[in-house]
């Protein structure tokens, strides 16, 4: 059995770090076989079309910068490791498609221009996929008024069982039809719960611990956040009391 945490939407610069150090303690005591770093890791906040605070000083060398970091540590508690772009990080592909004089150098390519190699990170862009098992991991493309809801959507989507990230909202859908039950998940956020640009989000912070075994079959542990302290794992407390 091969055992695998999935991170998504830490959207650095505005990851919520003290959960993310949470996280990060309890990969080192458990040591993964792997991580999927299911998208929207970095927000790409310069390259966004939306509208900016000028006095942040939130520069798409600092995001390089923290998702290295963030890489680096994951790096040397695992053994595969993945990145799956989310759609933030493809504001950094439609940047080099409305300029496409840089389009063609291999140096402002998402995996070159953030590290992934030195890291150890394999890629997929935004869309890819990734089969833990039985289970498909991806980004996700949909998002619906209520938790859970979005879940169903994506297994409409995609006939299977399937883990998204996208929401920022932890949730799960269970189907049975003549195939046998399947589950769809959504898997929470790592950033903080307060932007700039919504009042009182309906999100949730957290993440999942996936276990597969041979022949397909999987376990998905949803782990919420409480409250930024620390979280849950079995009987285990891992954070502050």
Not at 38 to 46: F, P, R
Not at 156 to 170: A, P, Q, V
Request: hydrophobic share 40%.
């Amino acid at each position: 059995m091969r055992t695998w945490i999935i991170l998504n939407d830490c959207q650095i610069p505005w990851q919520d770090q003290k959960v993310i150090d949470l996280i990060l303690d309890f990969a080192k005591v458990l040591k993964p076989y792997g991580v999927i770093l299911n998208g929207d890791i970095v927000d790409c906040y310069q390259l966004s079309t939306f509208n900016k605070n000028p006095i942040k000083d939130y520069s798409l060398q600092r995001e390089i910068q923290e998702a290295a970091g963030l890489m680096y540590t994951l790096a040397k508690v695992t053994t595969e490791r993945w990145w799956l772009g989310g759609n933030h990080e493809d504001r950094l592909r439609r940047i080099l498609w409305e300029n496409p004089e840089f389009a063609s150098l291999k140096a402002l390519t998402f995996p070159e221009l953030f590290l992934l190699k030195e890291n150890g990170f394999k890629w997929k862009p935004y869309g890819g996929v990734l089969h833990l098992g039985s289970l498909l991991v991806t980004h996700g493309s949909q998002v619906l008024k209520h938790s859970g809801q979005t879940a169903r959507a994506h297994f409409d989507k995609y006939g299977t069982s399937i883990l998204i990230g996208h929401t920022h909202r932890l949730g799960v859908y269970y189907r049975t039809n003549a195939k046998g039950i399947h589950a769809a998940y959504e898997n929470g956020c790592l950033c903080k719960l307060t932007p700039e640009y919504v009042q009182y989000p309906d999100w949730q912070n957290g993440f999942s611990v996936v276990h597969v075994m041979e022949g397909g079959f999987f376990n998905v542990q949803q782990i919420p956040i409480i409250n930024r302290r620390g979280f849950f794992y079995g009987k285990d407390w891992f954070g502050r009391k």
